[in-house]
């Protein structure tokens, strides 16, 4: 069975950091790229940044600088390290293979 199971997520105030992680089992993990998204209530799901199966990161505008994605093949975990992180930042983050979707993991920033 394919699953991407995301984790890490939870209430932080303005300026905190959260390291999320998306486990992968079932799935061929080290030569596809791997993607966070996010959707925040009432917006599109949007891509917030992804990782090569040669671990070249690329991020949205809007998290470059704050966020660091990087990915552990031997344990099919990619992570994405979000620092200063800002209430805009409030979603629910999936992390997506091109093919399937975890179900989410919840970030809250607030104070």
């Known amino acids: 069975e394919v699953q991407l199971v995301e984790s890490g997520g939870g209430l932080v105030r303005p300026g905190g950091s959260l390291t999320l992680s998306c486990a992968a089992s079932?799935?061929?993990?080290?030569?596809?790229?791997i993607g966070w998204f996010r959707q925040a209530p009432g917006k599109e799901r949007e891509g917030v940044s992804c990782?090569?199966?040669?671990?070249?990161?690329s991020y949205a505008g809007a998290v470059k600088g704050r966020f660091t994605i990087s990915r552990d093949v031997a344990w099919k975990t990619v992570y994405l390290q979000m620092d200063s992180l800002k209430p805009g930042d409030t979603a629910v983050y999936y992390c997506?293979?091109?093919?399937?979707w975890g179900r989410g993991t919840q970030v809250t920033v607030s104070s």
């Open positions: 990782i090569t199966s040669s671990d070249s990161p």
């Open positions: 079932g799935v061929t993990f080290d030569d596809v790229a």
């Open positions: 997506h293979n091109g093919a399937n």
